[in-house]
RNA sequence: GCCCGCUUGGCGGAAUCGGUAGACGCAGCAGACUUAAAAUCUGUUUUCCGUAUGGAAGUGCCGGUUCGAGUCCGGCAGCGGGCACCA
C-alpha cells in the first residue's frame, strides 16, 4: 500500500464533514449542551503556533464531547478591530478594512485546512457594523444605568506626531516612531464602573471551580481588596485636611512624613506659584503611564515645605512630600509614610533624612533597631502611648476606635481595582455613540440612529486620529436642540468587543445582541481556552460586562466562562549569524559534523535557547508550511503530544517527524494489516488465547484512561496511551486464538480513541475497516468495569524506605499475608541482618516497608 | 518594583491521595533488511562503581516533617507570564 496520502484524505473529509453539517447546531433541549470556546483571533493574516495549538486542543474537547453524546457549540470569529490595522493603513497605504477583511479571508482558509470542528455560519467579524451596532447600544444602556462616565485620566502623549500612544508604543520612555520623549496628558475620556462590581467579582472567584487556581488568584489580588483607613492629617497653616488611606494605621505613632502624588490636587495648587515644584512634577509626568515604569523608576521626592499635623497629637509636625511613586488612582492620593514598618518609606526616610520610629517589635525579641531593612511583620506595639503592648490587629482596630472618637479618620475598605478606560483616540474601533453639544452637553447618539458606522473614506497621511480630521463625519446636529454639535471622535478599547462576542454566538446572525432563550440555553461557556495572558484583563472586563448587561436586563448569566484552561506559549531555539543577526529556523541547517551553520553560505550559526516564538526573533515555523507538508493531523499531533497544555511547547522537528511517522505506521497497521481481519461484525469467540484476553482488557484499560485523560485535559497522557496500546496491538500475531478479533476490536477502538485528535486519518481508516457511518457522528467507545482491574498486583518491598524488591500478591490480599511475603523475600532478609523488624508498614496493593 | 507561575535523564515529559522515579516519545548507540540510500524493523540508553549477580547516588539549591518526599512545610536561586492604550 503506498504512503498515506494525507493531502487528498484531509481534503476529501473536511468537505463531507461540509456537506453533511457535522458541526452546525441548534438549540436541542433534548440533549446537554457543551459550549467550547477558543479566544477568537486578531486577524493579522497569518495564523500562528499559537494559534494551531489553541484550536486543536479546542478541537479535541469539541469532538470529544461531542462523541459523549453532547450538544456542542463550537464557533469561530475575528477579532477583528485594533492597532496593527492602523499601523498598515500607516505603513502599506492600505485601508485598515480592506486588510482586516483580506486577512480575515486567508486565515478563515488557513484554519479551515486544520480541519477543525467549527459552525462556521456562527462566524463573526467585530469590525462589522452588525456586530458593533449591538454595543453601541449597549453601552448607551450602560450610560442609563449609570455605569458609564467621563473623567479626565492620563495617556501617553507623542508630542511630535500629536497622537495618544499605547504602552507598547512607548519604548524607553519614547514614541516608537518619533523618538520623542513622552509626556503625559490629561484627556476627558470615558469609564466603565467596573469598581461597582469589585467585591462581586472578587467573592464570586469562589465559584469558579473549573478555573486554573493562578488564574483566580491573579484576578483576586488584580482587585486586590484590602482593608484599611482614612486619616486626616490637618495641614499647618491652611483649612484643608490631607486625607491618606492607609493599611497601617496601628504605625500612625511612627509616622515621620506625608507624600503626595504629583497629580494630587494639593501638588497642583502648590505648583501654580513654585516653579521647582512644577519642574518635579513635569518630571514625574515623564515616567510613562504603565504601572512598571512607576514602580521601577528612582523613589523621589520634593519637599513642599508645608507640615502635615499628627492626627493624634497636635504638637507631633511632619513634612509633606510629593511623591513620585504615590499613585492618584489607588487610595486618596496620599500616604502616610512610616519607614520602621515599610521598606519602601525607609528608602524614602534614609534618602531625605527623615526620622525612623520603631513602633513594632517581634514577639520573640526586644530588638529594635532598623537598619536598610524595615520590619513589616506580625509584633507588638511600643512607643506608641494608648497601644503600647497591643498586637498588630488589636492595635488597628484600637486606633481606628480612636480616630473615630477624635473625628479623624475611620476604617475603609480599598481596591487595587480602577475603573475601565474605555476610549481610544483611534479610527480602527467601534465608534462610542455620543455627540458634543456647546448647549446640551454631552447627549447620547439617539437608538434609531445606531449604528454609528465609521468612515470609509479616511487618510493616513497625518498624524491623530483620522475620525477627528475627516471633514464632515463628526459634524452634527445636536439630537436635542438641533444646534450644530460634534461626534465623539474616540472608540472603543478592543477589550470592548471581546467582552461579550461569546454571548453573540449563541445567535449570531440575529436582530437583537442576542436572543436570550438562545443565550440563556448555550452560556455560561463550558470550556474556554487561550493563552494565560489574559489572565486578568480580558477575562476580568468580560466577568464584568456580564454582570452590567444583566443589570441592563440582557441576560441573567452572570460569569461568562464556567471553565477556562490556559495553553502555554509555543517556543522555539532562536539562531543568530556571526553578525549577531538573527536568522529564521529555515536559514539553518546542520553539516556533517552536526554543527549548526547557514544554509546560505555554511557559516557557523549560534544556536540560543529556546523562547516563545516571535517575528522579532525570527524564531518562527509557518504553520502553513507545516501542513502543506506533514497535513493537519500530523501537527495537531504534535501539538497535543508530549507537552501538557498548561506549559510551554518546544517546537522541534524531530518532534514533528515523530507524529508524522506515527500516523504512518497507524494507517500500514490497519491498511496492511500483520494477518486477516474478521469480518465487522465478527462476533466474539467464546474463549480468547492469554494474548487476545490481555488484549482485550488492555484495550478497556486504554478506554478508561483516555477518557479520564481527555475529561481532565491530559492530551499529552492520551497520546502515550494511544502509542502504548498501538504497541501492543503490533504484538498480536494471529497465532492464537481470538487474536483475530481482539486485533479488530482493538484497531476500531483504537480509530475511535485518537479521532478527537487527528480527525481526517480517524475517519479514512474507520472507513476502512468497513464503517459506512462517519466516525465523527460516532459515538465513544465504553469501558466495561470489569475487565479494568487484575487479579493480582505488583507489591514494592523496601527496608527503610529503600526499595529491595518488588513481589506479586493477590489483589487485596490480607495485611499479614503481605507482611510475610516481604519478610520471606532474601534481601529483606538480607539486610535486617538476623534482627527482627522494628515495624513494619503495609499499604494495601502498593507497598510493604520493613522498618529496621 | 509588585503579582502569578515553572524547574524531573542528552531533550519533551510520566509518576491518581505522601508509597517501585524516568511511562510514552525525541535524539543517540548497536544490529537487521538493502548493491546503496531512504523508509521500516529489532535491541539498548538516568549517572557512577563493577566482567557480572549487584551496589551507590539521583527530581534547581539549602534545611525541615515522615516508616517513606518529585509530591508537604520554611528559605534561596534561575527562568518565564501579567502590570490597566498589544491582543
Not at 520623549?181 to 469562589?206: C, G, N, P
Not at 507624600?259 to 501638588?267: D, F, K, T, V
Not at 436572543?515 to 476580568?540: C, F, M, P, T
Amino acid at each position: 500500500m503506498a504512503r498515506y496520502n494525507f493531502k487528498e484524505t484531509e481534503a476529501k473529509w473536511q468537505q463531507v464533514w461540509a456537506e453533511k453539517r457535522c458541526f452546525n447546531v441548534e438549540v436541542d433541549e433534548t440533549k446537554p449542551k457543551y459550549y467550547v470556546l477558543e479566544m477568537f483571533p486578531y486577524p493579522s493574516g497569518r495564523i500562528h503556533m499559537g494559534h494551531v495549538r489553541n484550536y486543536t486542543l479546542g478541537d479535541v474537547v469539541a469532538r470529544y464531547k461531542k462523541a459523549r453524546g453532547f450538544n456542542v457549540l463550537h464557533p469561530m470569529g475575528w477579532d477583528a478591530f485594533g492597532l496593527p490595522a492602523e499601523n498598515a493603513a500607516i505603513e502599506n497605504k492600505v485601508h485598515p478594512a480592506k486588510w482586516t477583511y483580506e486577512n480575515i479571508a486567508s486565515m478563515r482558509t488557513q484554519l479551515q485546512g486544520m480541519g477543525l470542528s467549527y459552525d462556521w455560519e456562527r462566524e463573526i467579524a467585530t469590525c462589522h457594523p452588525d456586530y458593533y451596532r449591538h454595543e453601541q447600544r449597549m453601552f448607551l444602556d450602560f450610560h442609563k444605568a449609570g455605569l458609564a462616565y467621563r473623567k479626565e485620566s492620563w495617556v501617553n502623549w507623542d508630542p511630535v506626531e500629536n497622537t495618544v500612544l499605547a504602552n507598547e508604543q512607548v519604548i524607553d520612555g519614547r514614541g516608537w516612531r518619533s523618538g520623542a520623549l513622552v509626556e503625559k496628558k490629561l484627556l476627558s475620556q470615558w469609564f466603565l464602573k467596573i469598581t461597582d462590581y469589585a467585591e462581586e467579582l472578587l467573592q464570586a472567584i469562589q465559584t469558579l471551580e473549573r478555573w486554573p487556581d493562578r488564574v483566580r488568584l491573579m484576578q483576586h489580588n488584580w482587585i486586590g481588596r484590602s482593608e484599611g483607613a482614612r486619616v486626616f492629617f490637618p495641614i499647618v497653616g491652611r483649612d484643608e485636611k490631607l486625607e491618606v488611606f492607609t493599611t497601617r494605621h496601628d504605625t500612625l505613632f511612627g509616622a515621620s512624613f506625608c507624600a503626595i502624588s504629583p497629580n494630587h490636587p494639593l501638588a497642583g495648587a502648590l505648583a501654580a506659584n513654585n516653579a521647582e515644584l512644577t519642574a518635579f512634577i513635569a518630571e514625574c509626568n515623564r515616567i510613562g503611564t504603565s504601572e512598571a515604569a512607576i514602580e521601577t523608576a528612582e523613589k523621589k521626592g520634593f519637599d513642599t515645605g508645608l507640615k502635615a499635623i499628627h492626627p493624634l497629637d497636635p504638637s507631633w509636625q511632619v513634612p509633606i512630600y510629593v511623591a513620585n511613586f504615590v499613585l492618584m488612582e489607588y487610595g486618596t492620593g496620599a500616604i502616610f509614610g512610616c519607614p520602621a514598618h515599610d521598606q519602601r518609606d525607609l528608602d524614602f526616610a534614609r534618602k531625605y533624612g527623615l526620622p525612623v520610629i520603631p513602633v513594632v517589635k517581634p514577639t520573640d525579641t526586644d530588638a529594635v533597631a532598623i537598619g536598610d531593612t524595615a520590619f513589616p511583620g506580625e509584633g507588638v506595639l511600643f512607643n506608641s502611648r494608648f497601644l503600647d503592648g497591643l498586637p498588630v490587629e488589636s492595635a488597628k482596630t484600637r486606633m481606628a476606635e480612636e480616630l473615630r472618637r477624635l473625628d479623624a479618620g475611620q476604617p475603609t475598605i480599598s481596591y487595587r481595582l480602577r475603573d475601565w478606560g474605555v476610549s481610544r483616540q483611534r479610527y480602527w474601533g467601534c465608534p462610542i455613540p455620543f455627540i458634543h453639544c456647546q448647549d446640551c452637553g454631552i447627549v447620547p447618539v439617539p437608538e434609531q440612529d445606531l449604528p454609528v458606522e465609521l468612515p470609509e473614506d479616511v487618510t493616513f497621511d497625518a498624524p491623530g486620529n483620522p475620525l477627528d480630521r475627516h471633514p464632515t463625519w463628526k459634524h452634527v446636529s445636536c439630537p436635542e436642540c438641533g444646534k450644530p454639535a460634534t461626534r465623539e471622535t474616540d472608540t472603543f478599547d478592543t477589550f470592548f468587543e471581546s467582552s461579550w462576542y461569546f454571548a453573540r454566538f449563541a445567535d449570531a446572525r440575529g436582530a437583537e445582541a442576542f436572543d436570550r432563550n438562545k443565550a440563556d440555553y448555550w452560556l455560561s461557556v463550558d470550556q474556554y481556552i487561550g493563552g494565560i495572558e489574559h489572565a486578568v484583563l480580558h477575562l476580568l472586563y468580560s466577568r464584568f460586562f456580564m454582570r452590567a448587561l444583566k443589570k441592563c436586563g440582557y441576560t441573567d448569566v452572570e460569569e461568562p466562562f464556567a471553565g477556562l484552561l490556559t495553553q502555554g506559549m509555543v517556543c522555539h531555539e532562536t539562531y543568530k549569524d556571526e553578525n549577531g543577526k538573527w536568522l529564521f529556523p529555515s536559514q539553518v541547517a546542520k553539516d556533517a559534523d552536526g554543527r549548526s551553520v547557514s544554509v546560505e553560505d555554511g557559516r557557523p550559526v549560534t544556536v540560543g535557547r529556546s523562547e516563545k516564538m516571535s517575528k522579532s526573533r525570527k524564531n518562527v515555523v509557518d504553520p502553513v508550511h507545516i501542513i502543506d507538508s506533514y497535513g493537519a493531523d500530523t501537527a495537531r499531533l504534535f501539538m497535543l503530544s508530549d507537552s501538557p497544555p498548561e506549559r510551554d511547547l518546544d517546537w522541534t522537528d524531530s518532534g514533528i517527524d515523530g507524529a508524522w511517522r506515527y500516523l504512518n505506521r497507524l494507517h500500514r497497521l490497519i491498511g496492511e494489516p500483520s494477518f486477516a481481519l474478521p469480518a465487522p461484525d465478527a462476533p466474539r469467540p467464546d474463549t480468547l488465547g492469554d494474548k487476545a484476553a490481555a488484549a482485550e482488557k488492555a484495550l478497556h484499560k486504554t478506554i478508561a484512561g483516555i477518557s479520564e485523560d481527555l475529561d481532565k485535559f491530559h492530551f499529552n497522557k492520551a497520546v502515550a496511551r494511544i502509542r502504548e496500546f498501538s504497541n501492543l496491538l503490533e504484538t498480536l500475531d494471529g497465532k492464537t486464538d481470538g487474536e483475530g478479533w481482539a486485533l479488530r476490536r482493538g484497531l476500531e477502538t483504537l480509530v475511535q480513541l485518537i479521532g478527537p485528535m487527528t480527525p481526517h486519518l480517524a475517519e479514512e481508516l474507520w472507513a476502512l475497516l468497513g464503517h459506512e457511518t462517519l466516525l465523527a457522528e460516532t459515538a465513544w467507545p465504553v469501558a466495561d468495569p470489569a475487565l479494568l482491574v487484575d487479579d493480582s498486583v505488583t507489591v514494592a518491598i523496601q527496608v527503610n524506605g529503600k526499595l529491595r524488591g518488588t513481589i506479586e500478591l493477590p489483589r487485596d490480599c490480607a495485611k499479614e499475608d503481605a507482611e510475610q511475603a516481604a519478610l520471606a523475600l532474601p534481601a529483606v532478609i538480607q539486610q535486617l541482618d538476623g534482627k527482627a523488624p522494628r515495624k513494619v508498614i503495609v499499604v494495601p496493593n502498593r507497598i510493604v516497608n520493613v522498618v529496621g
